[in-house]
C-alpha cells in the first residue's frame, strides 16, 4: 500500500506491506534509528514519537494507519541546531545513561509540557508512567523535565 | 604529574550525551550491512522433552528464505564454555554438559533454540519459522533448586546425578561453627527465598554476524559488556577460528546490568552461519525472547542461623543455599554463588566463625547468571535480613546491634587490612561512619516518635537498615585463577599522544551507560594537564583496541582507569627525557606540573604539545631513545577494592490494601575517591531503583510446566516512575589503598545496598502492630503483605 507521510517536516512517500509497524517504518525505510524498539508489548515506550503534535507509542500503530499525518521524531525535535530544552534538561542533570530509552522519555516528556507547562513532580511521575528506565531510577529524568520546564 | 585538578572530583557534565538526545546514537540493531539478511528462532514451546522429528521442508519453500540450520547441523561445533570452574568439596570438578548452539534430541527449557531461520526479511524470517514443523515429546520438568536435588526429581542432564553440578563450603570448618552457635544466647533463623530477576536492559540483545571471503575475516556486531572476551571465548572454545580473523565490535549498547556480559549461543550462530550462507547476518532479540533467554539472576533458596550472645555480639553464622543455575551453564554462572556470594558472608561485621555451603542445581530453566551486584546483594540480603530481624526478635536497636558488631576502621595503610573467615581481605573501610551519617540524614532519632504518631492516625509506618560491603575488580588473575577463573581479569589501558598534544585513549572497558567518555577524559586531561576536549576515549572494537576483559563488577576505573594511569606514568617519564633533552638538563631535573615539563626551580620549561610534537618530530632528541608518544599498559589489581554504604528505607503500608509505599530513601555510600560526583549518584539511583524492584516489583514466576507466567511487560513488574520518591545520597570516601586512582567502583552499590533495606522497613513497620513476621517472600505485592496483616 501506498502511504504519503510528513516526518519531521519532510513529505515522504513509499508502498509499504499493511502489517508494517510505524515504528519499523521509521527505523527500517527512513533509516531514523532514534526512535528505539525495547519491547513486544507496547510497553515500555522507547518508541514514543509525535503523531499530529500527540506522543504516541509508534509500536501502537502500523504505518499505513499514520498515512497524512505529520509525525516528529527525537532526531526533528531539536531546530537549526539548536537543542530542545528538554535535550538540553537530559544533558544538565545526567537524566540518561545508556540512552536507549531516551528519546522515548523526551518525546513522553514534550507531551506533558506542552500541556501542563508547570507540571508538579508528581505529575511529571505520573506522566512517566508508559515509560521504562532501567538505568537512572529516574530521579535525573524528574530533574531534566523540571529543568526544562523552567526554562520553556 | 599535574598539581592542579580542573576535573576530577567535579560533576562535569556526560559528552556522550548529544548523541544519545539527539537520536544519534548507533546500537547493534541501527546497523544495516550491506546485503543483509535476518534470523529467527525456532524455540521450544516446553522445558523438558525429546526431539521426535524437524520437517523444513515446507518452511524452506516460504518467500526470502535462505537457509535453514537444525541441531544436526551443528552438533559438530562446540557448545558455549563456562568461564569459572568450581569444584565439588570432594574434589572433583564441576558437571559441565554441552550447551549447544542449537538443540538436536532434547530440549531443557522453554525457548531452547531447535533451528535458526535465515531470510531475506524479518517477516520473511519470523512467517517461516511458522511453517517449520516440531514434533515434541513432553516430559516431566523441575524448576525449583531445592525439589531439583531431591530423588526421583526429574533430571535435567542424564549423566548429572540428582542436577547437582557442584557442592562446595567457604569459611570455618562445620564443627567449629556448630560450635560457636550452640553457645548463642539467641539464635535468629531464616528460611527464605531470593526470587530469580530478568536483568531487562532496555535494548534488546541484537547480533550481526558478517563473513569476508577475500580476506577470510568475521566481523561480529554485538551488544555486549566485553568484545575482547567474546571474540577469545567464541574463537578459541566454540567456532575454533583464528583470534585475527575475528572482528568483534561493541557500539553503543542500552545497558547491561550483566545481562550483556555472556557469550550467548546466538552471537556464535549468527557468526558461524554468515559464512555458510555468505551474506551478513542479523537478530535481534524480541522483548518476549528477552524474558525466556537473556541470564536471570539471583534465584536462590537459603536457609541461613546468625548467633548472637547475651550483648548482642555476633558469634556464628551458618548458610546453607540451593543455587538455581538454570538448564545449562552461562559464562561466570558458577562464581556468582560461590565467590562472589559465600566471600561475603563476613560482611561489615567480626563475626568469628563462618560456614556457608552452596549447592549449584540444574533446573529445566532459563540459564542464571551475573545480574547487578552477582552473588553480593544475595549475600548482603542473608546478612542485613538477620541483622534487623535479630534486633526486633531480641528487643535491641537495629542500629546500636551493628555499631556492636562493626569492624573498626582501618585505612589499609598505617593499619593493615582486614583479614575475613571467608577467604578475603578488606582494603580499607570505615563502617560506623556511614551509620552515623545515614541516622543523621534520615533523622533516626524522630523517626520512632514519627512512627507511633502514624500509628495513631491510622497509618503504618517501617523502617529498615542495611550497612553492606563489596567486592569489585575482582583480582588479582593468579588469584581468581586458583579460585577457578578461566581468564585473567587485568585491564588494557592505551594511551596515544597525536604529534599535535591531542590525545586518543583506547580502553578495554566498555561504556554502556556508566560514562567513561566523560570519567575517563577527566582523568587524563588533569592527569596530562590539559584541556578534556583534547581527550578522546575510544573502546569497543577489538580490531582498535589492543586487549580488554570488558565492564562488570564495578571495575571500570578501578581496573581500567589504573590501566590507564600506568601508561600515563610512561607517558610523562618519557616526556621528561624528551624535555631534559631539549633544555639540555638530566631528566631528574624535570617535574611535570600542569601540563609544563619543567626545570626544577626554573621558570624553564615546555608545554605538553611541544613534547609531543618533537617525539614525532625529533629533530633535537635524545639518540638513545625511540621518536613516538604512544603507551599500552595492562593493569593487573593487586586485591579486590571494598566499596560499602548504608541504606535506610522508610515505608508506609496501606492497612487496606497491603500495598507499601516507598515514602524516603537514604542512601550514603563509600565508594573511595569520586572522579564525577554526579555519574556516581546516578549509579546509585539506578542500583538503588532495581533493588527496590526486587523487594516490591520484580520477580520470575515459573510454573510447574516451565513456563514463565510473567514473561512481558504486561506481566512483569518493572519499576516505574511514580514507584519512586527523590532518592537522599550522601558520602564518604575511604580512598582504595591500592590502586593509583584511589577508586573503588560504583556501579552494584545500589542494587546491593538497598533490597535488604526495603524488606526490613516493612518488617519493621509490621512488628510495630505486633505482627512478628519473620519473612516476606519478594516481591513483597500488596496481597502477600495483607495476608501477613491479616
Not at chain 2, 550483566?258 to 550467548?264: D, E, L, Q
Not at chain 2, 560482611?347 to 568469628?352: A, I, V
Request: net charge negative; with cysteine.
Amino acid at each position: 500500500m501506498n502511504i504519503k507521510i510528513k516526518v519531521n517536516g519532510v513529505e515522504q512517500s513509499h508502498d509499504v506491506e499493511p502489517r508494517l509497524l510505524l515504528s519499523h517504518y521509521l527505523r527500517d525505510t527512513l533509516r531514523l534509528t532514534g526512535t528505539h524498539i525495547g519491547c513486544d508489548t507496547s510497553g515500555c515506550g522507547a518508541c514514543t514519537i509525535h503523531v499530529d503534535g500527540k506522543a504516541v507509542k509508534s509500536c501502537t500503530m502500523l504505518a499505513v494507519q499514520a498515512s497524512g499525518c505529520d509525525i516528529v521524531t527525537i532526531e526533528g525535535l531539536s531546530s537549526n541546531g539548536t537543542l530542545h530544552p528538554l535535550q538540553e534538561g537530559f544533558n544538565q542533570e545526567h537524566g540518561l545513561q545508556c540512552g536507549f530509552c531516551t528519546p522515548g522519555m523526551i518525546m513522553t516528556a514534550a507531551d506533558l509540557l506542552k500541556n501542563n507547562p508547570k507540571p508538579s513532580e508528581g505529575e511529571i511521575r505520573h506522566s512517566l508512567e508508559g515509560n521504562i528506565c532501567r538505568c537512572t531510577g529516574y530521579h535525573n529524568i524528574v530533574k531534566s523535565i523540571q529543568y526544562a520546564a523552567k526554562k520553556m | 604529574m599535574s598539581a592542579t585538578t580542573a576535573y576530577i572530583g567535579k560533576s562535569v557534565k556526560r559528552v556522550e550525551d548529544k548523541r544519545f538526545t539527539t537520536g544519534k546514537g548507533k546500537y547493534t540493531d541501527d546497523i544495516i550491512l550491506p546485503g543483509m539478511v535476518h534470523g529467527a528462532f525456532v524455540r521450544s514451546p516446553y522445558a523438558n522433552s525429546k526431539i521426535k522429528k524437524i520437517d523444513i521442508s515446507k518452511a524452506k519453500a516460504m518467500p526470502g528464505v535462505v537457509a535453514i540450520f537444525t541441531g544436526a547441523d551443528v552438533a559438530a561445533i562446540n557448545g558455549v564454555p563456562c568461564g569459572w570452574q568450581v569444584n565439588f568439596k570432594n574434589g572433583d570438578t564441576m558437571k559441565e554438559p554441552k550447551h549447544p548452539l542449537l538443540v538436536a534430541d532434547r530440549t531443557k527449557h522453554v525457548g531452547d533454540p531447535v533451528a535458526f531461520v535465515i531470510a531475506n526479511t524479518r517477516e520473511q524470517a519470523k512467517d517461516a519459522i511458522e511453517a517449520v514443523v516440531v514434533e515434541y515429546e513432553k516430559l516431566k520438568c523441575v524448576t525449583n533448586p531445592a525439589e531439583a536435588v531431591k530423588p526421583g526429581a526429574p533430571l535435567v542432564h542424564d549423566d548429572v546425578p540428582n542436577n547437582i553440578c557442584f557442592d562446595w563450603e567457604l569459611g570455618n570448618p562445620k564443627s567449629e561453627v556448630d560450635e560457636a552457635m550452640s553457645k548463642a544466647a539467641h539464635v535468629t533463623t531464616l528460611d527464605f527465598v531470593n526470587q530469580r530477576l530478568v536483568p531487562n536492559a532496555m535494548e534488546p540483545r541484537s547480533y550481526i554476524g558478517s563473513y569476508d571471503e577475500t580476506s577470510d575475516k568475521y566481523t561480529l556486531y554485538t551488544s555486549t559488556q566485553n568484545p575482547h572476551l567474546i571474540r577469545l571465548l567464541m574463537c578459541a572454545f566454540v567456532l575454533g577460528i583464528p583470534e585475527h580473523k575475528v572482528r568483534v565490535v561493541g557500539p553503543d549498547v542500552g545497558g547491561g546490568f550483566g545481562s550483556k556480559i555472556f557469550h550467548y549461543t546466538e552471537e556464535a550462530l549468527v557468526t558461524w552461519c554468515s559464512k555458510q550462507i555468505g551474506k551478513p547476518i542479523k537478530w535481534t532479540s524480541e522483548r518476549s525472547e528477552s524474558f525466556l533467554l537473556d541470564a536471570h539472576g539471583r534465584d536462590h533458596v537459603t536457609k541461613a542461623e546468625m548467633g548472637f550472645d547475651k550483648d548482642g555480639k555476633i558469634l556464628a553464622l551458618r548458610v546453607k543455599t540451593f543455587a538455581n543455575l538454570g538448564a545449562y551453564l552461562s559464562t561466570f554462572s558458577t562464581c556468582v554463588p560461590t565467590y562472589l556470594h559465600g566471600t561475603l558472608m563476613q560482611g561489615l561485621y567480626t563475626t568469628p566463625k563462618i560456614n556457608v555451603d552452596v549447592t549449584g542445581v540444574f533446573t529445566h530453566t532459563n540459564v542464571v547468571d551475573a545480574y547487578r551486584g552477582a552473588g553480593r546483594p544475595e549475600a548482603t540480603y542473608l546478612l542485613e535480613r538477620l541483622l534487623d530481624l535479630g534486633a526486633l526478635e531480641m528487643g535491641v536497636d537495629p542500629a546500636d546491634l551493628r555499631f556492636k558488631n562493626f569492624i573498626p576502621p582501618f585505612d589499609g595503610v598505617k593499619q593493615p587490612g582486614y583479614q575475613t573467615q571467608v577467604a578475603l581481605q578488606y582494603d580499607s573501610g570505615n563502617y560506623e561512619g556511614i551509620l552515623k551519617k545515614g541516622l543523621e540524614m534520615v533523622g533516626y532519632k524522630d523517626f520512632r516518635k514519627q512512627q507511633k504518631e502514624a500509628a495513631g492516625n491510622g497509618k503504618l509506618l517501617g523502617i529498615g537498615f542495611s550497612t553492606y560491603i563489596e567486592a569489585c575488580g575482582i583480582a588479582p588473575s593468579a588469584v581468581v585463577g586458583s579460585l577457578g577463573a578461566r581468564a585473567g581479569l587485568y585491564e588494557v589501558g592505551q594511551v596515544r599522544v597525536q604529534p599535535t598534544g591531542k590525545v586518543s585513549v583506547f580502553t578495554g572497558s566498555h561504556s554502556h551507560g556508566q560514562g567513561h567518555e566523560t570519567t575517563f577524559a577527566q582523568v587524563v586531561a588533569d592527569k596530562l594537564g590539559i584541556p578534556m576536549e583534547d581527550v578522546d576515549i575510544i573502546h569497543g572494537d577489538s580490531d582498535t583496541v589492543a586487549f580488554g576483559m570488558g565492564t562488570y563488577g564495578s571495575r571500570s576505573l578501578a581496573v581500567g582507569g589504573s590501566a590507564i594511569m600506568k601508561s600515563i606514568d610512561k607517558i610523562v617519564a618519557k616526556g621528561k627525557l624528551i624535555a631534559a633533552h631539549k633544555l639540555e638538563v638530566s631528566g631528574e631535573d624535570i617535574e611535570f606540573v600542569d601540563g609544563k615539563f619543567t626545570v626544577k626551580g626554573t621558570s624553564k620549561s615546555l608545554t605538553f604539545g611541544e613534547i609531543a610534537l618533537t617525539a614525532y618530530v625529533p629533530h633535537v632528541y635524545p639518540a638513545d631513545l625511540e621518536p613516538g608518544l604512544d603507551f599500552s599498559s595492562f593493569y593487573d589489581p593487586k586485591n579486590f577494592t571494598y566499596p560499602f554504604g548504608c541504606h535506610i528505607a522508610i515505608v508506609e503500608i496501606d492497612k487496606e490494601t497491603g500495598k507499601v509505599s516507598l515514602k524516603r530513601f537514604v542512601a550514603v555510600d563509600d565508594v573511595g575517591t569520586v572522579i564525577n560526583p554526579m555519574i556516581v549518584e546516578g549509579q546509585i539511583h539506578g542500583g538503588v531503583a532495581q533493588g527496590v524492584g526486587q523487594a516490591l516489583h520484580e520477580g520470575v514466576e515459573y510454573d510447574e510446566e516451565g513456563q514463565i507466567s510473567n514473561g512481558s511487560y504486561m506481566d512483569y513488574c518493572m519499576p516505574r516512575a511514580d514507584d519512586f520518591p527523590m532518592f537522599e545520597t550522601g558520602s564518604q570516601v575511604t580512598p582504595c589503598p591500592h590502586n593509583p586512582l584511589g577508586v573503588k567502583g560504583a556501579g552494584e552499590a545500589g542494587c546491593i545496598g538497598s533490597t535488604p533495606a526495603v524488606v526490613n522497613a516493612v518488617v519493621d513497620a509490621l512488628w510495630s502492630v505486633g505482627k512478628k513476621v519473620k519473612d516476606l517472600r519478594m516481591p513483597m505485592t500488596p496481597e502477600r503483605v495483607w495476608n501477613a496483616m491479616n
